[in-house]
């Protein structure tokens, strides 16, 4: 298939580059792989080549996890937020505007200066934010988006329409007893998911979308794994807790997973899992993605060109549903 877009597809930057645990980074995820990754991270006009051989018409870029949430100082934060969001945009959709878009980062360490830096980046072209998870608080703690300090950014973000991409990253330190003595399933293996599952869980459990019915967040990975899972969350939560448990929400997860969130088929290119994923939230829903480069542009782009759907829905989540969903009118 021509034309395709894609979601979750990852730069980094000098200043990223610079505090990037290079050394932990291989040794967590393989050094040859990590080497391919990082240099790949920085791709521009080969980026652009590769594409053309996949087709795929536009790729919208991302700042690497962590990325902004780790950083520990808000000043700090939200500095190298407004400077990645001014790299990405001059190094890469300004040379190719027709074929890069970008979501911001966002330093969701300082609430404030984080819903005025997205109003900049979506006026300067920002299709929406990514946010890579919990953000890191002094003295181990961390910020889940459900909780209250975030108000002032979820309520520019309902006002100006835009998605924001719900990514995976690593378990809080404290939380990672579970992988002891199996290190490699603390990452995109295996821990990504469970965190970005209970994370968005916790989005629907907060009452966010009675507030914001309109808003719309996105998740890769085929859903994290919702698709299947929250059938049987909703099950239990009717059963022990009245449908909602202790949240603040007015409906059951399903609810909300049907109408506030997207889910696109990064890094998990198994048509069992999509026509699931298809079932539970419709094709409309749904969003073609590789997570370049963390994952290859020719093996998701050939799975999903012969993947056994209807070619109608092949249209729909290859390209439609993420021109619709981002105001991309030409595409
Ligand atoms: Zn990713």
Same mark, same amino acid.
């Given at each position: 298939?021509?034309?395709?877009?894609?979601?979750? !597809?990852?730069?980094?930057?000098?200043?990223?580059?610079?505090?990037?645990?290079?050394?932990?980074?291989?040794?967590?995820?393989g050094?040859?792989y990590?080497?391919?990754?990082?240099?790949?991270?920085?791709?521009?006009?080969?980026?652009?080549?590769?594409?053309?051989?996949? #087709?795929?018409? %536009?790729?919208?870029?991302?700042?690497?996890?962590?990325?902004?949430?780790?950083?520990?100082?808000?000043? $700090?934060?939200?500095?190298?937020?407004?400077?990645?969001?001014?790299?990405?945009?001059?190094?890469?959709?300004?040379?190719?505007?027709?074929?890069?878009?970008?979501?911001?980062?966002?330093?969701? =360490?300082?609430?404030? =200066?984080?819903?005025?830096?997205?109003?900049?980046?979506?006026?300067?072209?920002?299709?929406?934010?990514?946010? *890579?998870?919990?953000?890191?608080?002094?003295?181990?703690?961390?910020?889940?988006?459900?909780?209250?300090? *975030?108000?002032? &950014?979820?309520?520019?973000?309902?006002?100006?329409?835009?998605?924001?991409?719900?990514?995976?990253?690593?378990?809080?330190?404290?939380?990672?007893?579970?992988?002891?003595?199996?290190?490699?399933? %603390?990452?995109?293996?295996?821990?990504?998911a469970?965190e970005?599952?209970?994370?968005?869980?916790?989005?629907?459990?907060?009452g966010? &979308?009675?507030?914001?019915? $309109? @808003? =719309?967040?996105?998740? #890769?990975?085929?859903? !994290?794994?919702?698709?299947?899972?929250?059938?049987?969350?909703?099950?239990?939560?009717?059963?022990?807790?009245?449908?909602?448990? @202790?949240?603040?929400?007015?409906?059951?997860? #399903?609810?909300?997973?049907?109408?506030? &969130?997207?889910?696109?088929?990064? #890094?998990?290119?198994?048509t069992?899992? @999509?026509?699931?994923?298809?079932?539970? @939230?419709?094709?409309?829903?749904?969003?073609?993605?590789?997570?370049?480069?963390?994952?290859?542009?020719?093996?998701?782009?050939?799975? &999903?060109?012969?993947?056994?759907l209807?070619?109608?829905?092949?249209?729909?989540?290859?390209?439609? *549903?993420?021109?619709?969903?981002?105001?991309?009118?030409g595409?």
């Open positions: 298939m021509s034309g395709k877009i894609a979601l979750e !597809e990852h730069v980094s930057t000098p200043r990223n580059n610079s505090v990037w645990d290079a050394a932990g980074e291989a040794d967590r995820n050094p040859d990590m080497a391919e990754v990082d240099r790949r991270l920085l791709d521009v006009d080969d980026r652009v080549a590769e594409m053309d051989r996949c #087709g795929i018409a %536009i790729t919208v870029l991302s700042l690497t996890s962590p990325g902004i949430q780790s950083i520990l100082d808000p000043a $700090d934060a939200v500095a190298a937020a407004r400077a990645d969001n001014d790299f990405v945009k001059a190094t890469y959709v300004d040379a190719y505007p027709d074929r890069f878009a970008w979501f911001a980062a966002v330093a969701l =360490q300082d609430p404030d =200066q984080t819903a005025a830096e997205l109003q900049r980046a979506v006026t300067s072209g920002a299709v929406g934010a990514m946010i *890579n998870g919990y953000t890191d608080l002094p003295g181990g703690e961390a910020r889940y988006l459900d909780e209250p300090d *975030n108000l002032p &950014f979820w309520e520019t973000a309902a006002r100006l329409g835009v998605p924001v991409y719900l990514h995976p990253r690593e378990p809080l330190l404290s939380q990672q007893r579970i992988y002891r003595g199996y290190e490699s399933l %603390i990452g995109s293996a295996w821990g990504f469970h970005t599952a209970t994370h968005a869980v916790r989005l629907m459990l907060s966010l &979308f009675d507030r914001f019915p $309109d @808003l =719309q967040i996105i998740v #890769g990975h085929l859903g !994290e794994g919702l698709p299947l899972m929250l059938p049987r969350l909703e099950h239990r939560l009717r059963k022990q807790h009245a449908g909602i448990g @202790l949240g603040q929400a007015q409906h059951p997860v #399903g609810h909300y997973f049907r109408h506030n &969130f997207y889910a696109t088929t990064s #890094g998990h290119f198994h069992k899992g @999509l026509l699931d994923a298809i079932s539970e @939230l419709g094709s409309d829903r749904l969003l073609f993605s590789v997570d370049y480069p963390y994952e290859d542009m020719a093996e998701a782009s050939s799975w &999903f060109d012969n993947a056994l209807a070619e109608a829905d092949r249209h729909k989540i290859g390209s439609t *549903n993420a021109a619709r969903l981002l105001g991309m009118t595409a």
